[in-house]
């Protein structure tokens, strides 16, 4: 028998049901229904609307059936249209009439409402402890290798010689970012619906605040038509997902082309590569392209529940019910990205004398040869033709500019003098940038000790 049965003469078309049912995804925050029936009937109780012995032997029973449900003891089958008819059908089997009292002053759309709150509360900090923990792989990274040279790059050519601890740092910040975005969507979505009714409330005279301080809100919400149509913490959710799997698509790209042959950069670890069927030679980083992959996925969740939620009138549709297995699919595939991706990159071993053959090899110290000359009294629109000169010297040569004889170089300028081979070195070009932000040792060591700072909180 439905919730709403009474209404009706005939029983759902079997199509329709199948159609209309939520149990079969919404099963997943049985937790979270059970907990937010334990906090309305202890409202209720204390509002004199329930009898205290009504009251307990709910809580018991809701107990009860939350222990079966964990054991195994209780399976939750299908037939029931969601998992809050199921779970009240089960405590009234179980309890008999009280049973019948728990959905005293509340309707499904708020309930709804409130367990998708609660479990997309868990399910954030969840996600943010591993960003957290992505976060202090990079910082393990970073501090091992702020010494070790390489090319870093714009439009893929290279451009300037770094560290591979900066370039870990650009994604620390990302990352930060992310943590910063879910912290942001946990403050906002922290208030609880509960007591909202259908949509205008109810004649009963619940305790919204006793019943938001039971289940950790900030507070009740002030309005029960948004509160029973808002989705906008999903879509803000779904967007800050679709920036985390953004911003491990970009990392994952750099392993990739890192991982070739042309760069050899990194070697990934045997457990996060596969082979070739065909081809014995090969090691694949699946991994990190998969991760790559999924990107796509997540950002179709986004755009799926935003244009649901684009024409829909106040207050609840039933359209809003594709909000759950896409946010759901969402969550599951950004979890299992950071979880493999920190994994990836623990394992990963960088090559760094090839990663510094590389930075020698690219001109990445030209700027620092135009910045010599600079130094020495030349306008520096006149030292960027001159080492441009010289780069296309090199290039004729098939040598390095560190490679030149000095001779070469006052063939090209008379400035020059013997300080430039010192000036153009790799470990002159990144440590003498000592500004906070760039890759020099002294102000990397400052900003680690500052992200150290960070990943206390």
């Known amino acids: 028998m439905k919730l709403w049965g009474g209404r009706f003469t005939k029983e759902t078309n079997e199509l329709v049901h199948n159609f209309n049912e939520s149990l079969?995804?919404?099963?997943?925050f049985y937790r979270q229904d059970i907990r937010g029936s334990i906090a309305h009937v202890t409202m209720l109780a204390k509002q004199g609307i329930l009898s205290q012995e009504d009251k307990e032997a709910i809580v018991d029973g809701l107990n009860g059936i939350l222990e079966d449900i964990d054991?195994?003891?209780l399976k939750i089958e299908p037939g029931a249209e969601d998992i809050h008819s199921f779970v009240e059908e089960t405590l009234t089997q179980r309890i008999g009439e009280a049973g019948k009292r728990l959905h005293t002053g509340r309707s499904?759309?708020?309930q709804v409402a409130l367990d998708m709150k609660l479990y997309i509360r868990d399910e954030v900090q969840e996600i943010g402890h591993l960003v957290k923990d992505l976060q202090r792989e990079l910082l393990t990274i970073m501090e091992e290798n702020l010494d070790t040279f390489m090319p870093g790059f714009t439009h893929l050519q290279k451009a300037q010689p770094i560290t591979l601890a900066h370039h870990m740092g650009a994604y620390y910040e990302m990352f930060a970012r992310d943590r910063g975005r879910l912290h942001d969507i946990y403050e906002r979505m922290n208030y609880c619906p509960l007591g909202s009714g259908a949509l205008a409330g109810t004649t009963y005279p619940l305790d919204r605040e006793y019943t938001a301080q039971l289940l950790d809100f900030y507070g009740p919400t002030?309005?029960?038509?948004?509160?029973?149509?808002d989705r906008d913490y999903l879509i803000e959710l779904l967007a800050a997902l679709s920036t985390i799997a953004m911003h491990l698509s970009r990392f994952c790209e750099e392993i990739i082309i890192w991982n070739t042959n042309e760069y050899q950069f990194v070697e990934i670890d045997d457990s996060y590569s596969t082979g070739s069927s065909i081809m014995p030679q090969k090691k694949n980083?699946?991994?990190a392209e998969l991760i790559r992959g999924k990107t796509g996925r997540i950002y179709g969740a986004l755009v799926a529940l935003l244009t649901t939620m684009k024409g829909l009138p106040l207050a609840y549709n039933k359209d809003m019910q594709e909000d759950k297995e896409l946010t759901f699919d969402a969550i599951d595939t950004v979890k299992g990205c950071l979880a493999l991706f920190t994994g990836m990159i623990s394992t990963m071993t960088f090559k760094k004398d090839v990663m510094e053959a590389s930075a020698k090899n690219g001109f990445t110290n030209a700027t620092d040869a135009a910045d010599y000359l600079v130094g020495k009294g030349v306008p520096f629109r006149d030292a960027h033709g001159i080492v441009g000169r010289l780069v296309l010297y090199c290039l004729e040569k098939g040598i390095a500019l560190d490679d030149m004889t000095l001779d070469e170089y006052k063939a090209i300028s008379p400035v020059f003098e013997d300080d430039?081979?010192?000036?153009?070195?790799?470990?002159?070009?990144?440590e003498k940038r000592t500004t906070i932000g760039a890759p020099g040792r002294e102000a990397m060591e400052r900003v680690i000790a500052i992200y150290k700072d960070q990943l206390k909180d």
């Open 222 to 229: 002030l309005n029960s038509m948004d509160s029973v149509s």
């Open 420 to 430: 430039i081979y010192e000036a153009i070195s790799l470990r002159t070009c990144v």
């Open 71 to 73: 054991s195994g003891r």
């Open 285 to 287: 980083p699946d991994i």
């Open 24 to 28: 079969s995804f919404d099963q997943k």
């Open 108 to 110: 499904r759309n708020d």
